[in-house]
């Protein structure tokens, strides 16, 4: 009895050592996105450099490294493979990151709001139904590539709904929108988990409602043809927004 009981503390002792000895995993993360994950501040004040600093500041992680493809006025037009756009950037940050096959490659995108504007950018306005046609094309464009990857789609934030300047118009109609392309992630989501599970993931849900008339102080103010608007997060809007990615790109890796 005594052996025994030697022999199952020893197992004990053996599995504490390895959990405690187990080296924390490292992640590279591609960020794909229009001008608010671009930034809209200073270059090194970005939502995916406030991401990166949140990811780390976790102490979850060995080491982080991110890339941000995100582009002013685009939409998830001007992101599919065959327009040759956007995608090949996308290709070539992806591709630098996975020859460290030590670490994990995810995917954060935030796409929509350039596709719900009225008119203005590519293909806008974009259907629901073609706007969740866009992001599996993308979504399967990468897993193709990239068979271990992790994919992590965010809810595109809040805009006010007399937004319209030079270059496009969204208004009410574009805000409508904008919540039916997150009812599309969500179904687009459980589509993956039976076809493909354990690779493509809800992500943030929260920008949405905390981006609102609530939080204008986290909006830079802008002068438009219908007054001034609020569309692109300030610096404090892009900590806000980068902790909110930061937390579903944990949630996702769990």
């Known amino acids: 009895m005594k052996n025994r009981n030697l022999a199952f503390w020893g197992i004990v002792a053996l599995a504490l050592c390895s959990f405690a000895l187990r080296e924390k995993p490292s992640i590279n993360v591609v960020f794909i996105g229009d001008s608010i994950t671009h930034g809209t501040t200073q270059k090194d004040e970005t939502p995916p450099n406030y991401t990166d600093s949140a990811l780390v ?21 001007d992101f599919l493979p065959a327009t040759h756009k956007s995608y090949p950037k996308v ?24 596709d719900s504007a009225i008119k203005g950018p590519t293909g806008s306005p974009v259907s ?7 992001l599996k094309t993308i979504a ?3 897993l ?10 965010n809810h595109p934030i809040w805009y006010s709904n007399n937004t319209h300047n ?14 039916l392309y997150h009812k599309e992630i969500d179904a687009l989501v459980k589509e993956y988990a039976k076809i493909n599970p354990h690779h493509v993931y809800l992500g943030d849900t929260k920008g949405y409602k905390y981006f609102d008339e609530n939080h204008l102080t ?16 300030n610096k404090k809007g892009d900590i806000t927004l980068g902790k909110f990615w930061c937390d579903a790109i944990i949630r996702a890796l769990k």
């Open 57 to 77: 500041q976790s102490g979850k992680f060995k080491t982080v490294q991110v890339a941000n493809q995100g582009i002013s006025g685009y939409t998830t037009v």
């Open 91 to 114: 290709r070539a940050a992806a591709d630098a990151f996975y020859t460290d096959k030590q670490a994990m490659l995810v995917f954060s995108i935030m796409l929509g709001t350039n």
């Open 128 to 134: 629901p139904q073609d706007y969740h046609a866009n």
């Open 140 to 142: 399967d464009s990468l």
């Open 144 to 153: 193709a590539a990239y068979p271990t990857c992790k994919i992590v789609i």
């Open 166 to 179: 030079r270059g496009a118009a969204y208004m009410q109609e574009g805000q409508d929108r904008v919540l």
């Open 218 to 233: 986290d909006f830079k103010a802008e002068n438009g043809l219908d007054g001034v608007f609020y569309l692109h997060p």
